[in-house]
Structure formats: C-alpha cells, structure tokens
C-alpha cells in the first residue's frame, strides 16, 4: 500500500474467485463462501477428530465434549429441559460463528497477495443466521402455542389500563431482535477489523516515513496493536457466546411463555 | 460550511455515542464483580445475565458507530 493513504474497507470487498453465471444469476464462488467452506472444513475436521467415543477420553475428546458440554449446559439453564432438542442448532450457530471470526483474524497477509477474509464481518451472512434463528422462535412459538403466543406480547399480571402502551413496546422489542442480533456480530467483527487495519498502517506509514517521530509512532502502535489482537480474540468468542446465548433466551421465550 | 468538512463532524459526533456505550459495558462489568465479590458462591449462576446486559448496553454503543459509518460512506 502507498505511504499515506489509508483504505480500511478494502478488506471487506467480496471478490469472486470462480466466476459462475447461470442465467442473470451470479453465484460465483465468492472469497467469502471460500472462508465458509473453510470454516465448515475446520469444524468437520475438529469434530471428526474428536467423536471417537472413547471411554477412556484422549485431549482432542476432552476438547470436543467440553465444547459440546459448554453448549449443552447454556441451553439447559436458559430453557430448561425442553431445549434439549435445540442443542444442535445452537450449537451449530456457536461453533460456526466462533470458527468464522477466528479464522478471519489469521495473519494471512504475511503471504503477498493474500489477506484473511471474515465471513460475519458482512451483514448478509449475520442477517442470515439472525433470520435462521427468529424464524425458528417464530416457527417454534406458533406450533406449540398457536395464537396463544401472542400472550407474549402481554406479560402476565400487567394492568389491563397499561396494555395500550405494554402491547406496542412489545411488539417493537420482539421485531428488532432480529436486526440487533445481527447488527451486533457484523459491527463488532467489522470495527476490530478496521481497527487492526487502521494501527497496522500507522506502522507501516510511520516506520516508512523515515522521521524519529514516525518510528515513535510506529512502536507505539506496535504495541497497541499486539493488545487489540488480544482483545479481538476475545471479542470473537465473546460474540459466538452472546449470539448463541441470545438466541437460546429467545427459543426460551417461545417454549415457555414468560 | 461546505456538506463535506459538516459531514465529517458529524460522524465525529456520532462517535462520541460509542464512548457512552463503553461507561455502560463498565457499569455492568462492575456492578458484577462488586455483587459477585460480596457473594461469591451466587456469581457463577448469574453470568448468562452479566453476559445478557453487555450485549445489550454493546449493541448501543455500536449503534453509534453504525451511524458514523452510515454518516461516512453512505450519504
């Protein structure tokens, strides 16, 4: 990159690796769907590792049942013993999204040419697995409780008088759960990765630049950024947790009614 | 002022909003430990909540910083 300029959306840009028309249909093969398949390849090969059903369990095992009694345990608080039967979708969402942010903080660029691409930096992958998960809530609510999941909109005990303003609130609450579990994952992959970005040319546009002040800066921001690296790692767990978490109060919300 | 310097300050404004989110995540943060150290055996039972609260006083602050973003690039 020139010294100067600074371009942090650059690494968002969706470019198509195997160009593919069918009709006025684009469905190439896009760097994005390449790190999905990626992520799918990891977590096949971290699962298959690790389903060997040993009695005596080796570390791998260790690994794969904690992560699976993790989940399984998140679900068993939050909805009680009826989600049991939502485990593999929550675990599915966690796992993905935890692979998927992790993969794409890979310090890929090493390589020339290269760059790592993070799948749930985009809202129409978050979108997608937010809709996958209200749609489920929906489905979920109405097949066990039909119009009586509407009550959902009411909480018991409210005074009739107070329903007016209780009802909209509610509804309102309930329709933008799915843009704000969406919302959440996509801006806090995205400002980590601009973030990185941003600190990463400093270095190089300090330490370019020549000037004793320009390496100062450069050092400094070395520094920060190995923090931010840090931080980022955590984020990315932290937000497969919160996705997953969230989902699983929702599920509550229409297995069980308040 | 020509559209483009008042388009700049304000997405700086904008971003003051994710500042305000971060008071919140800390104020649930410490509130957490400040209830969990005077508790300590209760704390662990209550960690889908402390987690519930930062996702929610989060999603604020990035909120701010989707209508920065939006101020920048979109308009």
């Known amino acids: 990159m020139a010294a100067g300029k600074i371009d942090p959306m650059h690494q968002f840009t969706v470019e198509p690796l195997v160009p593919l028309h069918i ?85 890929l660029a090493v390589v020339p040419g290269w760059h790592a691409f993070t799948p749930t930096s985009h809202f129409s992958i978050t979108g997608v697995l937010a809709i996958l998960s209200f749609s489920l809530v929906l489905i979920v609510g109405f097949w066990r409780h039909g119009f009586h999941f509407f009550s959902l909109f009411l909480p018991e005990g409210t005074p009739i008088y107070m329903a007016p303003l209780i009802i909209p609130i509610e509804i309102i609450s309930f329709l933008v759960r799915p843009f704000s579990l969406a919302l959440r994952l996509f801006v806090a992959m995205m400002a980590g990765h601009i973030l990185m970005e941003v600190f990463g040319s400093f270095i190089v546009n300090g330490l370019s630049s020549g000037s004793v002040l320009g390496i100062g800066v450069g050092f400094v921001s070395f520094a920060f950024i190995v923090g931010v690296g840090a931080l980022e790692l955590l984020i990315c767990a932290l937000q497969a947790y919160v996705f997953a978490l969230l989902t699983s109060l929702y599920l509550n919300d229409a297995v069980n009614l308040h | 002022m020509d559209v483009a310097s008042a388009k700049l300050i304000g997405a700086g404004l904008a971003a003051i909003g994710t500042g305000v989110a971060a008071i919140g995540v800390g104020f649930v943060f410490g509130q957490f430990l400040n209830s969990a150290l005077r508790n300590p055996a209760a704390a662990d039972g209550q960690q889908g909540r402390l987690f519930l609260g930062f996702a929610l006083a989060e999603l604020l602050g990035l909120m701010a910083f989707t209508v920065a973003l939006l101020i920048l690039f979109v308009f």
């Not at chain 1, 009694?69 to 009826?82: K, R, S, T």
């Open chain 1, 23 to 107: 009709g006025r249909y684009d469905i190439s093969l896009t760097n994005s769907a390449a790190w999905m398949l990626a992520t799918l390849a990891v977590i096949a090969l971290f699962m298959w590792g690790g389903m060997r059903r040993q009695v005596v369990p080796g570390r791998w095992q260790m690994a794969v049942e904690g992560l699976t009694g993790f989940i399984d345990n998140l679900v068993h608080v939050n909805i009680g013993p009826e989600g049991k039967k939502f485990t593999p979708f929550v675990f599915s969402l966690f796992v993905f999204i935890l692979v998927a942010n992790l993969l794409g903080l890979l310090p």
